[in-house]
């Protein structure tokens, strides 16, 4: 099993921020994952082309490491449907909120938003309170 390390760390972060700071300057657009995908589901000419393309190499990015025979360290317990239901809560929190963390924590912050910082604290603090909650009450 491959380990996360601070140098593996620090090159994604690295390869988020150069995607983040690409997608922005050619674009002019905030690379937050869930307004990315709204916005194909309200397609305009002029961005559709991009969004696509963003989302499939998402799509695809992990089958491709797995055809480089790398090891993916994420083993998945959850059953599909607990995932399935998660993820549509998680699209519409994203929603309600203006935003996801990668909108908000990777490109807002970063662009000094107070907004995307308070929105971003309240992800965080969020999180920490439901993996306590699953891990240590339920």
């Not at 099993?1 to 300057?25: D, K, P, R, W, Y």
């Not at 480089?68 to 994420?74: S, Y």
């Not at 907004?115 to 309170?129: C, D, K, P, Q």
Request: include cysteine.
């Amino acid at each position: 099993m491959a380990e996360i390390t601070v140098l593996s760390a620090l090159a994604g972060g690295s390869l988020i921020g150069l995607a983040s700071a690409l997608l922005f300057i050619k674009f002019k657009r905030v690379a937050g994952i869930s307004g990315i995908a709204a916005g194909i589901l309200r397609p305009r000419d002029s961005e559709t082309g991009w969004r696509l393309w963003f989302l499939l190499g998402l799509l695809l990015s992990a089958p491709l490491y797995r055809l480089l025979e790398l090891e993916i360290p994420i083993h998945i317990q959850t059953p599909l449907l607990v995932l399935a239901i998660s993820g549509l809560l998680v699209g519409y929190g994203t929603r309600l909120g203006g935003g996801c963390t990668s909108g908000h924590g990777v490109c807002g912050i970063a662009r000094l938003s107070v907004r995307s910082m308070v929105a971003t604290l309240v992800f965080m603090l969020t999180a920490g309170i439901s993996v306590f909650i699953v891990r240590h009450i339920l």
